[in-house]
């Protein structure tokens, strides 16, 4: 047993040293989980989209119209920046993405309300960037409701307030947003993304090491070959050790930090949240070692981890109802640490969720956990016999070329 653990610690010490002199690991390892959160944070701060330029046409030029216009730009989501006299000008500015929306009142607009007929207003959006979308139809939704009530107010003649706000809303309703109470995207999005970055990180760090050996032919820094190594399991937690130490800390910064700093809901508690991370880690780790195995070139591992970034985000189920994915991309997704780790980490920081109540995340996490380290162990056995096959290959080579040596000088004496 004394000698396991020496072993372990041998061989976590060399992996150590091996991580701080490797620039491009401790870049990836250090560097990028402390900056891509702040940076992904600051770029979502806002929440939402704010004074979004739109063009207004207006062949009515009536007061209704005019009072249209003023509610919209007084709104905190849409911005009246340019008053177009034809909506082919309006086109031509949106083409150019000066604007992104176009608000079109024709000539009948007055004439029809004042007859009592159902009055138009057309509301053009660039589709190209939804929440620019979802700021200006919201907006002109909500203004022409408002306008509606002061129609039905005016028209109705009644006596009191209470008569007109009953007239005006005879089912009241409260509107109360759960968990995102901000109604913001980076509330919405961000948990995912922090989660995500620390498979995508751990992934790089440990295939750009993996890379760098085999570019190297240096096996024995892959799975090494010494007389310190007596088992793959030592070797296997030996290394995986010195990665959850590094990541224990930079999963704390950002599950606990992070979002403390930018204001993002934060409702887990402590023991729920430790009991979901060790097992991701773990998950992550081991997931990242066996995919290292399959990494030649240092290059390639970048190539295939920012590849990956987007699928694994969206087959989490966040960003698109896990029931709207195909069977076949959900059994993809099972695969993947992140799918689980996401959903519970959203569910017990943003909803306030318990252990139990993401028992099913929790079982899968830790199956993944067991399912890619016995993996992980066979083929860094593979990758041991194939080294130690190697190095006596390279030995009985040195023999042979001695003894060749020796017998050329014999026949020179002779």
Same mark, same amino acid.
């Given at each position: @047993?004394?000698?396991?653990?020496?072993?372990?610690?041998?061989?976590?010490?060399?992996?150590?040293?091996?991580?701080?002199?490797?620039?491009?690991?401790?870049?990836?390892?250090?560097?990028?989980?402390?900056?891509?959160?702040?940076?992904?944070?600051?770029?979502? #701060?806002?929440?939402?989209? *704010?004074?979004?330029?739109?063009?207004?046409?207006?062949?009515?030029?009536?007061?209704?119209?005019?009072?249209?216009?003023r509610?919209?730009?007084?709104?905190?989501?849409v911005?009246?920046?340019?008053?177009?006299?034809?909506?082919?000008?309006?086109?031509?500015?949106?083409?150019?993405?000066?604007?992104?929306?176009?608000?079109y009142?024709?000539?009948?607009?007055?004439n029809?309300?004042?007859?009592?007929?159902?009055?138009?207003?057309?509301?053009?959006?660039?589709?190209?960037?939804?929440?620019? !979308?979802?700021?200006?139809?919201?907006?002109?939704m909500?203004?022409?409701?408002?306008? #509606?009530?002061d129609?039905?107010?005016?028209?109705?003649?009644?006596?009191?307030? *209470?008569?007109?706000?009953?007239?005006?809303?005879?089912?009241?309703?409260?509107?109360?947003?759960?968990?995102?109470?901000?109604?913001?995207?980076?509330?919405?999005?961000?948990?995912?993304?922090?989660?995500?970055?620390?498979?995508?990180?751990?992934?790089?760090?440990?295939?750009?090491?993996?890379?760098?050996?085999?570019? #190297?032919n240096?096996?024995?820094?892959?799975?090494?070959?010494?007389?310190?190594?007596? %088992?793959?399991?030592?070797?296997? +937690? %030996?290394?995986? @050790?010195?990665?959850?130490?590094?990541?224990a800390? @930079?999963? /704390?910064?950002?599950?606990?930090?992070?979002?403390?700093?930018?204001?993002?809901?934060?409702?887990?508690?402590?023991?729920?949240?430790?009991?979901?991370?060790?097992?991701?880690?773990l998950?992550?780790?081991? +997931?990242?070692?066996?995919?290292?195995?399959?990494?030649?070139?240092?290059?390639?591992?970048?190539?295939?981890?920012?590849?990956?970034?987007?699928?694994?985000l969206?087959?989490?189920?966040?960003?698109?109802?896990?029931?709207?994915?195909?069977?076949?991309w959900?059994?993809?997704?099972?695969?993947?640490?992140?799918?689980?780790?996401?959903?519970?980490?959203?569910?017990?920081?943003? @909803?306030?969720?318990?252990?139990?109540?993401?028992?099913?995340? !929790?079982?899968?996490?830790?199956i993944?956990t /067991?399912?890619?380290?016995?993996?992980?162990?066979?083929?860094?056995?593979?990758?041991?016999?194939?080294?130690?096959?190697? /190095?006596?290959?390279?030995?009985?080579?040195?023999?042979?070329?001695?003894?060749?040596q020796?017998?050329?000088?014999? %026949?020179?004496?002779?």
């Amino acid at each position: @047993m004394f000698q396991s653990i020496k072993d372990t610690c041998y061989i976590w010490e060399k992996e150590m040293r091996s991580v701080i002199n490797d620039e491009g690991v401790l870049i990836f390892f250090i560097l990028v989980p402390l900056l891509y959160p702040l940076v992904y944070s600051w770029a979502y #701060n806002n929440e939402v989209v *704010r004074d979004v330029p739109v063009a207004v046409v207006d062949l009515s030029k009536s007061h209704s119209s005019r009072l249209f216009v003023r509610r919209c730009d007084a709104s905190p989501q849409v911005k009246v920046a340019y008053h177009c006299t034809s909506i082919d000008e309006a086109r031509q500015l949106m083409g150019r993405q000066v604007v992104r929306g176009i608000l079109y009142f024709p000539t009948d607009f007055e004439n029809r309300l004042g007859r009592n007929e159902q009055a138009n207003v057309s509301v053009f959006c660039d589709m190209s960037i939804m929440l620019t !979308y979802k700021a200006i139809y919201s907006t002109a939704m909500e203004v022409s409701l408002d306008m #509606n009530d002061d129609i039905k107010v005016a028209r109705a003649g009644n006596a009191t307030d *209470r008569d007109d706000e009953i007239l005006v809303s005879p089912l009241d309703f409260e509107e109360v947003q759960m968990f995102n109470t901000t109604g913001g995207y980076g509330n919405f999005i961000l948990p995912c993304v922090l989660v995500l970055i620390l498979q995508q990180t751990l992934l790089l760090g440990i295939g750009l090491s993996a890379g760098t050996a085999r570019e #190297n032919n240096r096996y024995q820094d892959l799975v090494p070959v010494s007389r310190h190594y007596n %088992g793959i399991f030592r070797i296997v +937690f %030996g290394k995986s @050790m010195c990665y959850f130490m590094i990541f224990a800390v @930079m999963t /704390a910064y950002i599950t606990l930090i992070v979002p403390r700093i930018f204001g993002f809901s934060h409702m887990a508690r402590p023991a729920d949240l430790f009991a979901v991370m060790v097992p991701y880690i773990l998950a992550c780790i081991f +997931f990242g070692m066996l995919f290292s195995c399959i990494i030649r070139y240092r290059e390639n591992v970048m190539l295939l981890v920012v590849f990956t970034s987007m699928p694994f985000l969206f087959l989490a189920g966040i960003s698109w109802p896990e029931s709207a994915i195909p069977a076949a991309w959900r059994s993809v997704s099972y695969l993947v640490p992140s799918t689980f780790g996401i959903r519970a980490f959203v569910r017990v920081n943003s @909803m306030g969720a318990t252990l139990n109540d993401v028992s099913r995340e !929790y079982m899968w996490l830790w199956i993944q956990t /067991a399912v890619y380290f016995l993996a992980t162990c066979v083929v860094y056995r593979y990758h041991l016999i194939k080294a130690r096959r190697h /190095a006596i290959e390279r030995v009985t080579a040195i023999k042979n070329a001695v003894e060749r040596q020796k017998n050329k000088g014999f %026949g020179e004496k002779h």
